[in-house]
């Protein structure tokens, strides 16, 4: 934005500060001074750069304004108002997509060369002037910010009257823009500014180049607009059409100054053009009321902190109410001092950079002059606290990075699939779905890894994944790894490395959990789970397992499915875990001591069990039920040292072969004692085999 020095200087007193001194305030109030140049006509023009969310100071008066504020300087009150006869109503249907219209008839217009002051003030933007009219609609453009059109009323009518609408085009018509762009309205679904029916102008992007005024025209139609930005950017795209009209409307035009830009207009074409006007016709939402901003003084201190103020005493001083009521004066805002409180009304020009609380402190110390603060932070005591959850996620991390897992980490973000949730404004086509597991970006980056020339690589990630559970989006951190290669152990340098079995891969994930201190039981997965439904595609159908504690899922564990081993050349022996890191929280105690029990003083004595079934059977479920039929000081132990099968009848038998270890704490236990109780347990087992899988 150009700023000339001479004409600043017409609406604020600025010869006691001098330009550098008001463009040093502007620096440090947050404006940028980009190019400092000097025009012809021996003023000074400074480029002063605009932030998107001060479009209010994109003008000459919106400059004044600021420097008025920062100076606490008034503005000179120029003569340029006059009473008119206005004519306000509601928008209504005629007028759709508006916020504001205003058109006005002007008759014995007079056009002809421009006077010298005006074209002085032109001269110093580089506008080379064209006539009065033409020159004055230039003038509030650079002054006020507000772009104004004008028509020749005798080429936009026949009848003498004036109907202006504002209506989607209806009409089989090719317009031709100020710009000799040929728009055919009947291919196009835009918004037309008609008179009489006529179309007189693109809405908010140009007008027609019939209604150009010339030096015959002496009847004139003046019209200000402001419409939905929205709008008026779809129009814009869709036409392919880019004026300086069109960009000021999708950026957003400041409704607060269009009667002020309107009304001085009005008496520049009077004055200048000698036009007599009739009715002016104003059209507008109904006004919005915002509400005030309450805020404490203390409120205001301990953002802003201490000031450099030199006293005679040694405390640090705050800025007053006083001066933060002055600066809110200077602002154009309206204070009232309520129940301890400032009620601040904010301006209706800062409505949209204003809106908070912090805002407003912003504010404050922009205009008090942020160098007039102590600028270093305070020292504190206080130290900083870890959360507990980030502590348990470091603890099962440095778990994993102990028993030979490399932690890798992947975005959320992944390739589409109808699995997955999908993203409303993805960043591109690789990242349009959130993933809803982890064990997908481990078996991707291990394909990766393997295609790089480098070996299989024993990883884990934790990350968020994505849920969906009726219409509810759920959130929430998981705990995915791989484990497996081709080459895992060998007894001796002579003998063939072997893979890793089933048995060593869940020997890693016990030890995990014994170190968490966590008892875990294995068990077939349940397709109600979530867990299981997002994962089970990777999984070997028949080699994989949940894991609960108590009741509670824990997570997934198994055999990668050969078909994708296959497919993407990875090591079949590969096993892939994914863990709920919300469960894994409640059951972490990192305070929780080991519990020592005393060891019995007496001998064991074990006794071998075969048990023959036809039938599948849950050996977790039946060495339950062997410690549940004694007394669970006898049983020591229950666990299975061989599994074989046998056909009969042309029907498999699966056999197990279970080892009970019995000891007291008491006593010596003898032979016939274990006897009868070992027989008693056999015989229950038959029984619960019978009932149970009815065998």
Same mark, same amino acid.
């Given at each position: 934005?150009?700023?000339?020095?001479?004409?600043?200087?017409?609406?604020?007193?600025?010869?006691?500060?001098?330009?550098?001194?008001?463009? !040093?305030? @502007?620096?440090?109030?947050?404006?940028?001074?980009?190019?400092?140049?000097?025009?012809?006509?021996?003023?000074?023009?400074?480029?002063?750069?605009?932030?998107?969310?001060?479009?209010d100071?994109?003008?000459?008066?919106?400059?004044?304004?600021?420097?008025?504020?920062?100076?606490?300087?008034?503005?000179?009150?120029?003569?340029?108002?006059?009473?008119?006869?206005?004519?306000?109503?509601?928008?209504?249907?005629?007028?759709?997509?508006?916020?504001?219209?205003?058109?006005?008839?002007?008759?014995?217009?007079?056009?002809?060369? $421009?006077?010298?002051?005006?074209?002085?003030?032109?001269?110093?933007?580089? =506008?080379?002037s064209?006539?009065?009219?033409?020159?004055?609609?230039s003038?509030?453009?650079?002054?006020?910010?507000?772009? @104004?059109?004008?028509?020749?009323?005798?080429k936009?009518?026949?009848?003498?009257? +004036?109907?202006?609408?504002v209506?989607?085009?209806?009409? !089989?018509?090719?317009?031709?823009t100020?710009?000799?762009?040929?728009?055919?309205?009947?291919?196009?679904?835009?918004?037309?500014?008609?008179?009489?029916?006529?179309?007189?102008?693109?809405?908010?992007?140009?007008?027609?180049?019939? %209604?150009?005024i010339?030096?015959?025209?002496? $009847?004139?139609?003046?019209?200000?607009?402001?419409?939905?930005?929205?709008?008026?950017?779809?129009?814009?795209?869709?036409?392919?059409?880019?004026?300086?009209?069109?960009?000021?409307?999708?950026?957003?035009? !400041?409704?607060?100054?269009?009667?002020?830009?309107?009304?001085?207009?009005?008496?520049?074409?009077?004055?200048l053009?000698?036009?007599?006007?009739?009715?002016?016709?104003?059209?507008?939402?109904?006004?919005?009321?915002?509400?005030?901003?309450?805020?404490?003084?203390?409120?205001?201190?301990?953002?802003?902190?201490?000031? @450099?103020?030199?006293?005679? %005493?040694?405390k640090?001083?705050?800025?007053?109410?006083?001066?933060?009521?002055?600066?809110l004066? #200077?602002?154009?805002?309206?204070?009232?001092?309520?129940?301890?409180?400032?009620?601040? #009304?904010?301006?209706? &020009?800062?409505?949209?950079?204003?809106?908070?609380?912090?805002?407003?402190?912003?504010?404050?110390?922009?205009?008090?002059?942020?160098?007039?603060?102590?600028?270093?932070?305070?020292?504190?005591?206080?130290?900083?606290?870890?959360?507990?959850?980030?502590?348990?996620?470091?603890?099962?991390?440095?778990?994993?990075?102990?028993?030979?897992l490399?932690?890798?980490?992947?975005?959320?973000l992944?390739?589409?699939?109808?699995?997955?949730?999908? =993203?409303?404004?993805?960043?591109?086509?690789? &990242?349009?779905?959130l993933?809803?597991?982890?064990?997908?970006?481990?078996?991707?980056?291990?394909?990766?890894?393997?295609?790089?020339?480098?070996?299989?690589?024993? =990883?884990?990630? +934790?990350?968020?994944i994505?849920?969906?559970?009726?219409?509810?989006?759920?959130?929430?951190?998981?705990?995915?790894?791989?484990?497996?290669?081709?080459?895992? #152990?060998?007894?001796?340098?002579?003998?063939?490395?072997?893979?890793?079995?089933?048995?060593?891969?869940?020997?890693?994930?016990?030890?995990?959990?014994?170190?968490?201190?966590?008892?875990?039981?294995?068990?077939?997965?349940?397709?109600?789970?979530?867990?299981?439904?997002?994962?089970?595609?990777?999984?070997?159908?028949?080699r994989?397992?949940?894991?609960? $504690?108590?009741?509670? @899922? +824990?997570?997934?564990?198994?055999?990668?499915?050969?078909?994708?081993?296959?497919?993407?050349? =990875?090591?079949?022996?590969?096993?892939?875990?994914?863990?709920?890191?919300?469960?894994?929280?409640?059951?972490?105690?990192?305070?929780?001591? #080991?519990?020592?029990?005393?060891?019995?003083?007496?001998?064991?004595i074990?006794?071998?069990?075969?048990?023959?079934?036809?039938?599948?059977?849950?050996?977790?479920?039946?060495? /339950?039920?062997?410690?549940?039929?004694?007394?669970?000081?006898?049983?020591?132990?229950?666990?299975?040292?061989?599994?074989?099968?046998?056909?009969?009848?042309?029907?498999?038998?699966?056999?197990?072969?279970?080892?009970?270890?019995?000891?007291?704490?008491? !006593?010596?236990?003898?032979? %016939?004692?274990?006897?009868?109780?070992?027989?008693?347990? /056999?015989?229950?087992?038959?029984?619960?085999?019978k009932?149970?899988?009815?065998?």
């Open positions: 934005m150009n700023i000339s020095w001479k004409w600043l200087n017409e609406l604020i007193d600025l010869q006691q500060t001098g330009s550098e001194e008001t463009l !040093n305030k @502007l620096i440090l109030a947050g404006f940028e001074i980009e190019n400092i140049t000097k025009a012809t006509n021996h003023d000074i023009i400074f480029d002063v750069k605009i932030t998107a969310n001060r479009s100071s994109a003008s000459i008066m919106g400059i004044t304004r600021e420097i008025s504020t920062i100076l606490k300087k008034p503005i000179r009150r120029i003569n340029n108002q006059k009473h008119y006869n206005i004519q306000h109503n509601i928008i209504n249907k005629q007028f759709i997509h508006c916020h504001s219209f205003l058109y006005t008839h002007f008759h014995t217009i007079k056009v002809q060369s $421009s006077p010298k002051w005006l074209k002085s003030k032109l001269e110093s933007y580089k =506008i080379t064209i006539n009065n009219v033409t020159d004055i609609i003038l509030i453009k650079l002054k006020w910010g507000q772009h @104004l059109e004008i028509f020749d009323f005798n936009i009518s026949n009848n003498n009257k +004036i109907s202006i609408k209506e989607y085009n209806q009409q !089989n018509h090719i317009f031709v100020r710009n000799d762009k040929l728009v055919n309205l009947n291919k196009h679904n835009c918004i037309i500014v008609t008179n009489n029916n006529y179309p007189i102008s693109l809405a908010g992007i140009d007008c027609s180049k019939l %209604s150009n010339d030096l015959n025209t002496s $009847s004139i139609v003046l019209q200000a607009s402001i419409f939905n930005k929205n709008t008026i950017k779809g129009i814009s795209k869709e036409l392919a059409i880019e004026t300086e009209n069109s960009l000021q409307q999708i950026k957003g035009i !400041n409704s607060f100054d269009v009667l002020n830009a309107y009304s001085e207009a009005i008496l520049l074409i009077e004055y053009c000698k036009g007599t006007i009739q009715n002016i016709h104003y059209f507008t939402k109904p006004q919005i009321k915002y509400e005030p901003l309450l805020i404490q003084e203390k409120y205001i201190n301990d953002i802003l902190g201490f000031t @450099l103020k030199k006293t005679n %005493s040694s640090a001083k705050t800025i007053t109410k006083r001066e933060v009521i002055e600066i004066h #200077y602002l154009n805002c309206i204070v009232f001092e309520r129940f301890g409180h400032l009620e601040i #009304y904010i301006p209706g &020009y800062r409505s949209t950079s204003i809106t908070r609380k912090i805002d407003v402190i912003e504010e404050i110390g922009r205009i008090y002059g942020f160098d007039k603060f102590i600028d270093y932070v305070p020292s504190y005591n206080t130290k900083g606290k870890i959360r507990k959850e980030k502590l348990k996620i470091d603890q099962i991390r440095n778990i994993l990075r102990t028993i030979g490399t932690e890798s980490i992947h975005y959320s992944v390739k589409s699939d109808k699995n997955y949730l999908k =993203i409303c404004n993805p960043l591109n086509e690789d &990242y349009t779905n993933r809803h597991n982890i064990i997908n970006n481990l078996v991707n980056a291990n394909l990766h890894n393997l295609n790089q020339g480098n070996e299989t690589i024993e =990883i884990f990630e +934790i990350g968020r994505f849920t969906k559970l009726n219409k509810n989006y759920i959130e929430n951190i998981h705990i995915g790894g791989l484990i497996g290669s081709t080459e895992y #152990y060998r007894r001796t340098w002579s003998e063939k490395p072997q893979e890793l079995t089933w048995f060593q891969a869940k020997g890693d994930i016990d030890e995990i959990f014994e170190r968490l201190q966590i008892n875990i039981q294995w068990d077939k997965p349940n397709i109600s789970h979530d867990l299981y439904n997002n994962n089970k595609t990777c999984f070997h159908p028949n994989v397992a949940s894991l609960f $504690s108590g009741r509670e @899922l +824990i997570g997934i564990f198994g055999q990668l499915d050969l078909k994708i081993s296959q497919s993407l050349s =990875i090591p079949k022996h590969t096993y892939i875990f994914e863990f709920k890191l919300k469960n894994l929280f409640q059951l972490i105690n990192p305070k929780r001591m #080991y519990q020592f029990i005393q060891y019995s003083k007496y001998p064991y074990t006794r071998d069990i075969t048990v023959s079934s036809i039938n599948q059977i849950q050996v977790n479920d039946l060495i /339950q039920y062997i410690k549940n039929q004694v007394d669970p000081f006898i049983i020591e132990a229950v666990f299975l040292f061989d599994y074989y099968k046998t056909k009969k009848e042309d029907k498999e038998i699966v056999n197990l072969g279970l080892r009970i270890k019995y000891r007291s704490h008491t !006593n010596t236990l003898t032979n %016939s004692t274990i006897d009868i109780i070992n027989e008693e347990i /056999q015989q229950n087992i038959k029984h619960y085999l009932t149970t899988y009815n065998i």
